[in-house]
């Protein structure tokens, strides 16, 4: 009896993942043989093999003999869990390509949307303007909430999950429209209740984008009150901050105050310092979020991996002349009067801007300016950039895509090394085909994943594989509280990823970011193989997950 003991206390050492919970089926569904398996947690990869049925990882562990209707050779390739894009603005393309290219080909396996808007909660009011709004891409609008949508976006067919929070300026908008005013108590009241039904079925919590329009206009108590409905339900707020630049630090100890005091945990968008003059701040943030994280508040942030940003030209437009919508604004700026005081505010904020790349213009008037600088267009017209911006605004009448270059490549290395930071793209997922092209964009929509494990895990060893794999997909899905998501584990849902450490990388650049990431081998995507030998098998078997509060 003891030799059997220690004989059974021997084999479990060896293979500590190899006993199931479940009875084992006579044939696996997949396969994965002989990987180095990185389970998510961020400890040392094992050599082992990876078993999936159905939906699910079943068994961990020396199954070479083990019969499977799919088998993959994993030798010298890494097993990691399906990456999670903690920022996502594939709210639309998903609709027009449910394939999810350039995500997929980089590992991402479920994708979260919120930042600021959120594709519900919808009045008829914001459906009708929106759908005024497209651009080129054309989509029908049959949805109202934002459960209806992400159930929609599943049924339509998509192949990466899909997750969302309520846009804190989508619940603005939704009570109060688009104008610059406070909200009354009663409409704080009706704001609540809002998310309270959003939560219930289903939001990851509340998501702000306090430097642009309408979200700028909320106030900290206007926030709290929203994030105190959201964490009756286990939400999350989480926020690009008030400003980004010389009153960084304030908007940290906004974002501090509103967690606080809300009860709730808050993660800050896209972690950064911007412009030259406020780099040196970074080490402070890091320092603010780190005593607060000592002092119990749930505070963690995510990043993209380049120095570059991007958003809309006109939000560098003051925000009071956003109040009541882009037609006002149209209208202010088409004024003398109230353009030279826009003009004026704009001039007098000081030399803030940055080298700025045009990438998405939809008047085809106006596409051929795509590509050249800000600079650029201003000295071919004979004015400044500021006039030059404005002049654009008016002309397009419609979002302006540009890419701004201004942060520092060390403060990105200082803010990868901190062990509460998740990644996001910030970009909607694309391809290298049809309506994608016809504009330029971010490499960050290509690469943003690909470039984590190749250029700062391989070449520059900012830190280690396995790290950046728990960064990737243990650290979001436990901050999100995702069910059964984010590590290689028995029960847990199949979302894995096979790929090559010595070869993956992003191939996107700012001058030509059309390019798919390489290196990614296989993905499975609840249990279903979406990427096969680094192509897409056209499978989409992405499901809509909701945040732990849904009531079931």
Known sequence: MTIKLTSLLAALLLFPYTLSAQPQPSTYDVLIKNGTVYDGTGSAPINADVAIQGDRIVAIGNLKNAPARLVIDGRGLAVAPGFINMLSWSVISL??????????????????????????????????????????????????????????????????????????????????????KKATPEQLREMREVVRREMETGALGIGSSLIYAPDTYASTQELIEMCKEAAKYQGKYISHMRNEGDAVIEAVEELLRISREAGIPAEIYHLKASIERNWNKIDRMIDMINAARRDGLKITADMYTYTASSNSIDSRIPAWAHSGGDQAMYARLADPVTRKKISDEMHQRGPTMARTLLVGLRPAKLKPLIGKTLAEVAAMRGK??????????????????????TMNEDNLKKEMRQPWVSFGSDASSMATEGTFIESSTHPRAYGNFARVLGKYVREEKVITLQEAVRRLSGLPATNLGLDHRGFIKEGYFADVVVFDPKTIADKATYEAPHQYAVGMKHVFVNGVQVLKDGEHTGAKPGRALWGPGKIK
Do not use: C, H
């Open 95 to 180: 609709i027009i390509d449910g394939r999810s290219q350039s995500e997929i080909r980089q590992g991402v396996t479920t994708e979260i949307f919120g930042e600021g808007s959120s594709m519900g909660p919808l009045n008829a009011e914001m459906k009708q303007r929106a759908l005024a709004s497209q651009g080129d891409f054309k989509f029908d609008i049959p949805w109202n909430t934002l459960a209806e949508y992400l159930t929609y976006l599943e049924k339509r067919g998509v192949s990466p999950n899909v997750a969302s929070f309520i846009g804190a300026g989508t619940v603005r908008t939704y009570v109060i429209g688009l104008e610059d």
């Open 384 to 405: 400044d950039e500021v006039e030059t911006l404005l002049d654009l605004v008016l002309e397009a009448r419609s979002r302006i895509q540009v890419v701004t270059f």
